[in-house]
């Protein structure tokens, strides 16, 4: 096995992995010292499921210095799925018309919960198999492949860089949308009370403060900022809904179904906002009590539900005010000149920027602990080190940004999970529900597939659209 598998998932405040993969603690009284009673009491039940049963139990001995609890963890899970698609689904259900997309919207966001469902459930049976606390997502497919047939076997060495490769693209790709869509709700309120100034030199002038908020290193540091941005976003939805309200909804002239040839635009628009498995496993991982993530009313499914309603309901609604005027996000429809939309905007940009390095999290997670942390792990300087990487990531995203203020989000994560829940339990796929499960990830596989030569294509339009433009 790859020695990727070693790597640590987080880190603590001197620089070092909150996680390990082999038992970390003797006895619950350590946990006592560190986390509270809360954490103890689930210690001691998994302790004594433990014993009873004889079973290794991976939450019985993972080692984190700050553990989240189900509520910070339901407000990173929510905050890190309401960033900027959700403002571009009244365009959504333009091309997809508003039947259309209220039924595949719920049926993508379905599909996202799922596959989010298999990559935990696949990382909690490895690691019960292995006696390993917790995996990376990396270090999850890298496994699963191994416990799988011979042809995937092979494939094992691969899976943490091809994972590692797409979720850096994916999660970096955030960072450049979420930058652009920060200055040019700065410019467009700006505009109204100053001169005017390239939306490129109001990215310049934010670039400091997304480097200084991605040098917070924790979750649970985090969490305060979660809280601020979820309701200052509600606060602004509800400024949102008031403009809708007042520019007439109606179904009259919308269209029940849009152009099959703008299809593309709306399940590029819609998949790659919904889709947030990149930081799923990190949330559960750093959470006090991890068995609560999951389940019929666990923090996902209450998140997820949470997420697909707002969208649903923000596509329908802006769709159903503006029709065929709809921009490319709700905040463009609103009256320029007027103090609550300005409002908006600024709120918006705020809590967009309070997300940001949740969606980097992942990214420097990857670069750092997977790559570079191990050169400097005896140096004196390795925290000066991580801040350099840091500071590296932020830029790469201005960069971007900045060159192509149009790039958009073309990354499928969708195949992975199908991939690896069948390796992980390819000798127990048997029968008829065993052909089943087989047949669902083989769909699973192709929807992915379909996602990225869609993203693609909508991606590469707007930016062709965009250069052509200008």
Same mark, same amino acid.
């Given at each position: 096995?790859?020695?990727?598998?070693?790597?640590?998932?987080?880190?603590?405040?001197?620089?070092?992995?909150?996680?390990?993969?082999?038992?970390?603690?003797?006895?619950?009284?350590?946990?006592?010292?560190?986390?509270?009673?809360?954490?103890?009491?689930?210690?001691?039940?998994?302790?004594?499921?433990?014993?009873?049963?004889?079973?290794?139990?991976?939450?019985?001995?993972?080692?984190?210095?700050?553990?989240?609890?189900?509520?910070?963890?339901?407000?990173?899970?929510?905050?890190?799925?309401?960033?900027?698609?959700?403002?571009?689904?009244?365009?959504?259900?333009?091309?997809?018309?508003?039947?259309?997309?209220?039924?595949?919207?719920?049926?993508?966001?379905?599909?996202?919960?799922?596959?989010?469902?298999?990559?935990?459930?696949?990382?909690?049976?490895?690691?019960?198999?292995?006696?390993?606390?917790?995996?990376?997502?990396?270090?999850?497919?890298?496994?699963?492949?191994?416990?799988?047939?011979?042809?995937?076997?092979?494939?094992?060495?691969?899976?943490?860089?091809?994972?590692?490769?797409?979720?850096?693209?994916?999660?970096?790709?955030?960072?450049?949308?979420?930058?652009?869509?920060?200055?040019?709700?700065?410019?467009?309120?700006?505009?109204?009370?100053?001169?005017?100034?390239?939306?490129?030199?109001?990215?310049?002038?934010?670039?400091?403060?997304?480097?200084?908020?991605?040098?917070?290193?924790?979750?649970?540091?985090?969490?305060?900022?979660?809280?601020?941005?979820?309701?200052?976003?509600?606060?602004?939805?509800?400024?949102?809904?008031?403009?809708?309200? *007042? =520019?007439?909804?109606?179904?009259? !002239?919308?269209?029940?179904? %849009?152009? @099959?040839?703008?299809?593309? &635009? +709306?399940? $590029?628009?819609?998949?790659?906002?919904?889709?947030?498995?990149?930081?799923?496993?990190?949330?559960?991982?750093?959470?006090?009590?991890? *068995? =609560?993530?999951?389940?019929?009313? !666990?923090?996902?499914?209450? %998140?997820? @539900?949470?997420?697909?309603? &707002? +969208?649903? $309901?923000?596509?329908?609604?802006?769709?159903?005010?503006?029709?065929?005027?709809?921009?490319?996000?709700?905040?463009?429809?609103?009256?320029?000149?007027?103090?609550?939309?300005?409002?908006?905007?600024?709120?918006?940009? @705020?809590?967009?920027?309070?997300?940001?390095?949740?969606?980097?999290?992942?990214?420097?997670?990857?670069?750092?602990?997977?790559?570079?942390?191990?050169?400097?792990?005896?140096?004196?300087?390795?925290?000066?080190?991580?801040?350099?990487?840091?500071?590296?990531?932020?830029?790469?995203?201005?960069?971007?940004?900045?060159?192509?203020?149009?790039?958009?989000?073309?990354?499928?994560?969708?195949?992975?999970?199908?991939?690896?829940?069948?390796?992980?339990?390819?000798?127990?796929?048997?029968?008829?529900?065993?052909?089943?499960?087989?047949?669902?990830?083989?769909?699973?596989?192709?929807?992915?597939?379909?996602?990225?030569?869609?993203?693609?294509?909508?991606?590469?339009?707007?930016?062709?659209?965009?250069?052509?433009?200008?």
């Amino acid at each position: 096995m790859s020695g990727h598998i070693d790597n640590p998932a987080f880190i603590n405040d001197d620089g070092k992995s909150n996680h390990s993969f082999t038992p970390a603690l003797n006895s619950t009284e350590d946990l006592c010292q560190k986390d509270g009673k809360n954490y103890v009491v689930e210690m001691k039940d998994l302790k004594k499921a433990e014993e009873a049963n004889g079973e290794y139990e991976p939450y019985l001995h993972r080692d984190v210095e700050h553990p989240t609890t189900n509520a910070e963890t339901l407000l990173h899970l929510v905050k890190g799925s309401l960033g900027t698609g959700i403002l571009s689904m009244p365009l959504a259900f333009y091309h997809s018309g508003y039947i259309v997309g209220i039924i595949c919207t719920i049926v993508i966001g379905s599909i996202c919960t799922h596959c989010m469902h298999l990559i935990i459930k696949a990382e909690y049976e490895l690691c019960k198999r292995k006696k390993f606390p917790s995996l990376t997502y990396p270090a999850t497919a890298e496994m699963a492949l191994l416990e799988g047939p011979p042809f995937l076997q092979k494939l094992a060495p691969y899976a943490v860089h091809v994972v590692n490769t797409f979720l850096l693209i994916y999660q970096m790709g955030a960072g450049c949308v979420y930058t652009v869509f920060i200055a040019e709700n700065i410019e467009h309120v700006a505009d109204e009370y100053t001169e005017h100034l390239d939306v490129k030199i109001w990215m310049l002038i934010i670039l400091l403060p997304l480097i200084l908020i991605n040098y917070i290193r924790n979750l649970k540091f985090l969490a305060p900022f979660s809280t601020v941005a979820n309701f200052v976003t509600i606060a602004s939805f509800g400024i949102i809904l008031y403009y809708l309200i *007042k =520019a007439d909804i109606t179904f009259e !002239g919308r269209n029940v179904a %849009g152009n @099959i040839a703008d299809f593309p &635009l +709306y399940f $590029g628009t819609v998949l790659f906002a919904l889709e947030a498995i990149g930081v799923i496993m990190p949330l559960e991982n750093e959470m006090k009590t991890p *068995k =609560a993530f999951k389940g019929g009313c !666990g923090v996902l499914n209450i %998140g997820m @539900i949470t997420i697909v309603t &707002l +969208y649903v $309901g923000m596509g329908l609604l802006g769709f159903l005010a503006y029709g065929s005027d709809v921009k490319d996000t709700i905040t463009i429809n609103l009256e320029q000149d007027e103090i609550l939309a300005q409002v908006a905007k600024i709120m918006l940009a @705020i809590a967009i920027y309070i997300t940001h390095p949740l969606q980097l999290y992942v990214a420097i997670d990857i670069m750092w602990n997977e790559y570079l942390a191990a050169k400097f792990e005896t140096s004196r300087y390795q925290l000066f080190f991580e801040y350099v990487v840091r500071t590296s990531i932020v830029l790469i995203t201005f960069a971007l940004a900045v060159a192509i203020p149009k790039l958009d989000l073309f990354i499928s994560l969708f195949a992975f999970p199908a991939i690896i829940e069948t390796s992980t339990f390819w000798y127990s796929l048997t029968g008829v529900r065993g052909k089943i499960i087989l047949f669902k990830n083989c769909c699973l596989v192709i929807f992915g597939a379909l996602g990225l030569v869609v993203g693609t294509y909508t991606s590469l339009s707007k930016i062709v659209e965009y250069f052509n433009e200008g």
